[in-house]
C-alpha cells in the first residue's frame, strides 16, 4: 500500500513561492507517475501537473504553465511542485497522487493513491 504524504504548503503573498514535496511511505514512489491536483472551496478537484518515473517527461495545466514546474528526485523518492509567481486563484488544498501507468495523464480517476493534502494560500 502507498501513503503520500504532501509538505510545504502554506501562506504567501501574490507573486511569492512555495515548494511542496510528496513522498512515499511503502512502495517506492519510483515506480509511480506523480500527479499534482488542486481543489479549491466549492470547486471540483483539477489537474496540476505530473511527472513521469524517470522525471524527463511532464505535463501542465494551461493555467500554470510557465510558473509551476514539477521535477522528482528518485535518489531520495521525493517529488515536487515549485510554485513561483503565485496568485489569489491558486488558493487550494494541493494534493499529490500515484499513477502506476506508463502515459502521464490529467485524468485523476486514474490515479491509485493519493495523498491527504496540503493547504496553499495566497490572499488577495
Known amino acids: 500500500q502507498v501513503h503520500l504524504v504532501e509538505s510545504g504548503g502554506g501562506l504567501v503573498q501574490a507573486g511569492g513561492s512555495l515548494r511542496l514535496s510528496c513522498m512515499s511511505s511503502g512502495p517506492s514512489l519510483d515506480d509511480f507517475i506523480v500527479g499534482w491536483f488542486r481543489q479549491a472551496p466549492g470547486k471540483e478537484r483539477e489537474f496540476v501537473a505530473a511527472?513521469?518515473?524517470?522525471?524527463?517527461?511532464?505535463e501542465y495545466a494551461e493555467s500554470v504553465r510557465g510558473r509551476f514546474t514539477v521535477y522528482r528526485n528518485n535518489v531520495v523518492e521525493t517529488a515536487y511542485l515549485q510554485m513561483d509567481g503565485l496568485k489569489p486563484e491558486d488558493t487550494a488544498v494541493y494534493y499529490c497522487?500515484?499513477?502506476?501507468?506508463?502515459?502521464?495523464?490529467?485524468?485523476?480517476?486514474?490515479?491509485?493513491?493519493w495523498g491527504q493534502g496540503t493547504q496553499v494560500t495566497v490572499p488577495s
Open positions: 511527472v513521469g518515473q524517470a522525471g524527463t517527461v511532464r
Open positions: 497522487a500515484a499513477d502506476r501507468g506508463v502515459m502521464l495523464t490529467q485524468d485523476k480517476a486514474r490515479y491509485d493513491y
